[in-house]
Structure formats: C-alpha cells, structure tokens
C-alpha cells in the first residue's frame, strides 16, 4: 500500500522544508512548489490524495488555482496560515522562534482530509482550514 500523496505549497522555503519534513515523519510522500505555477505542473503529470497551501500563496494567481482545480477536480485542499502562532505577537526582534507551531495541526488536518470519514465528498465540500 502506497503512502498518501501530498503537495504543499507555501510562498516560505523555510515554512515549506519545515512542513515537509513533518510530513515524511508521519508517513507521507511529500512534494513541494513555491508557488502556484510550480504546483500546476506538478500536478500535471502526478496525482496528488491533497494540497497543503498557505494563505499567501493560495491569494495570489487565482487564475493559476483555477487551473489547479481543472487538473484534479476531486482534490481535497487545506488552507493554512503558515506562520507560527504568537509570532504576530511578538514584534521584538531579539525573540527567537523554535519553528511552525502548527505543523502538528497540519498534520492532523491532513489525515482528517485523507481519512474522510464517513461523509468524505461533505468534508471536501465544506474545507478544513487549520492554525
């Protein structure tokens, strides 16, 4: 049996190395775009269980996500906010982050998407946004 799939995106190469390597930890193959147009043509030759976007990225070349959404109609695909919790509180420069906070939580978003439920298509239909 094969691993699940997953792309992520994220406008942050350290963001996406950090939620990438989560990721493996917990089982998943696991490939990553820095941006739309890197994610549509990953998804033009690969299939792909589900997309892990930040919300920068998933703001900006809506007409790219629009192709995104033509090459995989069914894909499930979680919004997350790709930055640490608290790091919007913390506007000194001298403190220092021990990394994504919400990594966890994408993880368990992203095993809520892939597992379904009963009522998968409802869950696809209604999103999971996450930290």
Same mark, same amino acid.
Request: neutral net charge.
């Given at each position: 049996?094969? /691993? ?13 190395? &950090? ?15 820095? =941006?739309?147009?890197? $994610? ?16 920068? /990225?998933?703001? #900006?070349?809506? &007409? ?6 033509? #090459? ?14 608290? /790091? $919007?509180?913390?506007?000194? +420069? ?6 994504? +906070? ?5 993880? #368990?978003?992203?095993? #809520?998407?892939?597992? =379904?439920? &009963?009522?998968? $298509? ?10």
């Amino acid at each position: 049996m094969r /691993s699940s799939r997953i792309l992520c995106v994220d406008s942050s190469g350290r963001r996406l190395r &950090e939620l990438k390597a989560a990721l493996e930890r917990a089982g998943f193959e696991v490939w990553t775009a820095l =941006g739309a147009i890197d $994610a549509v043509c990953l998804a033009s030759g690969l299939h792909f269980d589900v997309l892990a976007v930040d919300q920068n /990225s998933a703001r #900006l070349r809506e &007409e790219v996500w629009a192709c995104l959404a033509d #090459l995989q109609p069914g894909l499930p695909i979680l919004v997350h906010s790709g930055t640490p919790k608290g /790091s $919007a509180l913390s506007r000194h +420069s001298q403190v220092i982050s021990s990394g994504p +906070s919400a990594n966890g939580e994408i993880v #368990l978003a992203l095993l #809520l998407l892939l597992l =379904g439920g &009963e009522h998968p $298509a409802q869950a696809r239909a209604q999103g999971v946004a996450a930290a």
